[in-house]
């Protein structure tokens, strides 16, 4: 049917060149919690996308009839349908299944494989690291290079080095901290992980690295805001700059980074915009509106029919 195709077409673009423009986009800097909601509302419209368009192909090509078995055979649908595009309905099917095992088996994955290098790095610093008096989450290294990192999860670490402390103000130290723990408070690695299951569930020749790019950016952004409002702009410029050098351990949420030129030109720019940010929510909701509609209805309408039919 138009409507299995126009969903495929529909879910193609949504990994595509849909996050290659918004990755493109300034404005996002100016909303990043909001922008965060627009790329999720995108993953999730795309992944629903996918799975309607495989859902309007299984209607047609397993039509139930009053014995609730399928009245259309293979023969018959290409008879009525022809090679050409019988061919093409049973590829987007295909590949609607294939993208709904990858999803599960890349959750799965993504989230043991995390939690385990995880809790083997937390280990190392545990041993490792000292624990200052009274802050039993944070880790000292005796490291010369400026590091500081958020390990997530229940029994949560931010590291810090001796050339952190030795390098930075007391204020400047103050900001580093609001940053991760900001990170651990509102959880950004679950958000992470879920772009990176949708990143690796679609195939590669469709799919496109913008969104998990941008989301990373748009995490740290959450977190440098949660540090302005403890520390003010500067020291946390100043506490940016000192770290920006440092490698971030796979799983780790890190202060500096190579965004960190573009996070620093930030804080010395325009404030977040409200109205931005009510645009880019009504984007959102628009975006999952005719996914969810799709997906839901069929499956009301038969619910229905089952049980008061």
């Not at 980074?257 to 404030?271: C, E, I, K």
Request: one cysteine or more.
């Amino acid at each position: 049917s138009v409507s299995a195709l126009a969903f495929a077409l529909v879910a193609l673009l949504l990994v595509g060149p849909v996050p290659a423009l918004l990755a493109r986009a300034a404005w996002p800097l100016r909303a990043p919690r909001a922008a965060i909601v627009l790329w999720q509302s995108i993953a999730v419209a795309a992944v629903l996308s996918a799975f309607s368009a495989g859902l309007a192909i299984a209607s047609r090509l397993f039509v139930p009839g009053p014995d609730g078995r399928p009245t259309a055979t293979i023969t018959s649908e290409i008879a009525v349908l022809g090679w050409p595009l019988w061919l093409t309905y049973i590829l987007v099917f295909a590949l609607t299944l294939l993208i709904g095992g990858r999803l599960a088996v890349a959750a799965v994955e993504v989230a043991v494989a995390t939690r385990r290098r995880r809790a083997h790095h937390r280990m190392v610093v545990d041993l490792l690291g000292e624990c200052p008096h009274g802050t039993p989450g944070l880790r000292v290294l005796h490291v010369a290079e400026p590091l500081a990192y958020c390990l997530p999860g229940v029994r949560s670490r931010v590291v810090l080095s001796e050339g952190t402390l030795s390098a930075l103000t007391d204020t400047e130290v103050a900001a580093i901290l609001s940053h991760e723990r900001a990170h651990l408070r509102a959880r950004h690695d679950l958000v992470l992980e879920a772009f990176i299951a949708v990143h690796t569930a679609f195939p590669r020749f469709v799919r496109s690295g913008s969104a998990l790019n941008a989301v990373r950016l748009l995490v740290e952004l959450l977190a440098d805001d949660a540090a302005v409002r403890t520390a003010g702009p500067t020291p946390l410029a100043r506490a940016l700059v000192a770290c920006a050098s440092a490698r971030t351990p796979r799983g780790a949420l890190a202060a500096g980074g190579p965004t960190t030129v573009l996070r620093v030109q930030r804080l010395a720019g325009r404030p977040n915009s409200l109205l931005l940010a009510l645009a880019a929510y009504a984007a959102a909701a628009a975006v999952l509106v005719l996914p969810t509609i799709a997906v839901a209805v069929p499956w009301l309408t038969e619910l229905h029919r089952l049980f008061f039919g």
